[in-house]
């Protein structure tokens, strides 16, 4: 689509996984998987990697991939994203977070529909929690939404608490939040001038800006999601993910 650009911030120094963006998995750096996902999506005339490290640089050089140095005072992935996207004439922004190498390229694209069909600033994904360990695992990030789909809360916490008398505890899923969000340009540029929120800063969740000054995030229930990369711990899971759902 000729109205939309894909930014990959892909920060190397992260504070829980230094270098994971260049790890390998399966013999493949975690960031190429987002690349090549970005890039199968179709959805975007450019597909830019966004980073504050010159060895990203380097190999985004080798694999003849698009890549900008931004700032390392920069606060989130959006912020970071904005650096590069606010030089380019477009209509959508995708933000897609460097640490989901099993992003489908099918949900970005049907974020997007989500997106341009209801009054909402940003899109972004989510799906029912099947491994009951990442309910309390606070590096899988949950979202409660109301009946239309609308992001009404995001936490590290479990989401909505499920109460033991509801007649709903058994049968409501929890749902884990998918790292990439979809931003009409107009709503990113008023994200990323407003200050960082109370909430965004005790949660480390920055899509809670966005909530707590009244943006309306549009979310999208689909299947499953893979095993996003937050610790080298992860790398083993998703090497498990890889061989189980992928190859099989």
């Not at 640089?57 to 996207?85: M, P, Q």
């Not at 994904?125 to 590096?139: G, Q």
């Amino acid at each position: 689509m000729d109205d939309t650009i894909i930014v990959i911030p892909a920060r190397f120094n992260s504070q829980r996984f230094p270098g994971k963006v260049l790890y390998p998995l399966m013999g493949k750096p975690v960031l190429k998987w987002v690349l090549d996902s970005a890039i199968k999506s179709k959805i975007a005339k450019k597909v830019i990697i966004a980073t504050e490290d010159k060895k990203v640089l380097d190999f985004a050089s080798s694999i003849n991939a698009e890549a900008k140095l931004t700032s390392e005072s920069c606060k989130s992935g959006s912020d970071r994203v904005w650096e590069v996207a606010r030089k380019i004439n477009c209509k959508f922004v995708i933000n897609l977070q460097a640490d989901e190498p099993f992003i489908n390229p099918e949900v970005i694209r049907e974020s997007m529909a989500k997106l341009k069909k209801e009054k909402a600033d940003i899109a972004t994904a989510c799906a029912p929690i099947i491994d009951k360990k990442e309910i309390l695992n606070p590096n899988c990030v949950k979202v409660a939404m109301n009946k239309n789909g609308m992001a009404l809360y995001f936490s590290r916490h479990p989401i909505p608490y499920h109460h033991e008398l509801s007649e709903l505890s058994k049968k409501y899923p929890y749902y884990k939040h998918c790292g990439f969000y979809i931003y009409k340009k107009e709503a990113l540029e008023k994200f990323v001038k407003a200050k960082q929120t109370q909430l965004e800063i005790l949660e480390r969740l920055e899509q809670l800006r966005a909530l707590e000054n009244g943006m309306k995030i549009s979310v999208h229930i689909t299947d499953t999601l893979g095993p996003a990369i937050d610790t080298f711990e992860d790398i083993k899971n998703a090497e498990k993910y890889y061989k189980k759902i992928i190859r099989r």
